[in-house]
């Protein structure tokens, strides 16, 4: 079972701050957060992650609460390109990441 | 362009039919992964390999059988399947350390796209 929950659909204006939230309150101390996201019958795509502290790379910026029970995936400006299904993943950093990937959420950024 | 490249992009394969889905890594990478998307639902991961070992199988039909020849290459071959088994086969990636320590994001190719009739 995932051990995320995530809202099933958002909608965000092109140009806007897409803010995509996850719910991991049984997050282990070892257990990083991971975001991809999957456009329509594509691979994967992995975006950033994170285990205690913020962080920010080219694609979006990742915001984790002090108690680490949920996160925020921040896209700065979204764009029409970014309409995807975002999957927020947490998982050990034990040999072989197994990620369990739950139904995650639809974006879909509108013009 | 992940680095990651899966043949065929297309199958289509009657229930009699032995077929293999291909998947190669340039990257360079130690751990690589099957996972099965099936319409409507969340990637399923299937089997794992790490240095060429097969480290997880998790309860998958004895129709699918994975080989890892080296680090590169991972097939999934695939015989008297059912029409259920149709979906995306995703392979993926990843560099990981032997003791396990950090975190290491996953590649993932397009993916194999398998009907079976």
């Known amino acids: 079972d995932a051990k995320t929950t995530q809202p099933p659909s958002m909608d965000c204006a092109e140009g806007r701050a897409a803010n995509l939230p996850c719910n991991h309150s049984?997050?282990?101390?070892?257990?990083?957060v991971y975001w991809y996201r999957q456009i329509h019958s594509q691979g994967p795509q992995y975006i950033i992650h994170?285990?205690?502290n913020n962080e920010t790379n080219e694609m979006a910026s990742l915001i984790i609460t002090e108690d680490r029970k949920s996160s925020t995936l921040i896209l700065p400006h979204a764009t029409l390109r970014d309409t995807a299904v975002y999957y927020c993943?947490?998982?050990?950093?034990?040999?072989?990441?197994?990620?369990?990937f739950g139904p995650g959420t639809r974006l879909s950024v509108l013009p | 362009e992940t680095g990651v490249t899966q043949t065929p992009r297309h199958l289509v394969m009657g229930m009699t039919n032995k077929k293999s889905l291909k998947c190669e890594q340039h990257?360079?990478?130690?751990?690589m992964y099957w996972y099965k998307q099936s319409a409507k639902k969340p990637l399923e991961l299937m089997f794992v390999?790490?240095?060429?070992?097969?480290?997880e199988n998790n309860s998958v039909p004895s129709r699918f059988s994975p080989e890892c020849p080296n680090s590169s290459h991972l097939f999934l071959h695939l015989h008297t399947l059912q029409p259920e088994d149709s979906a995306l086969y995703l392979c993926a990636s990843s560099q990981e350390s032997p003791g396990g320590a950090g975190a290491y994001e996953q590649y993932f190719g397009p993916g194999t796209r398998l009907t079976v009739t």
């Open positions: 993943i947490v998982t050990r950093d034990n040999y072989g990441q197994n990620f369990v």
């Open positions: 990257l360079g990478h130690n751990a």
């Open positions: 390999y790490n240095f060429k070992e097969q480290t």
């Open positions: 994170g285990l205690k």
């Open positions: 049984t997050i282990s101390g070892n257990e990083y």
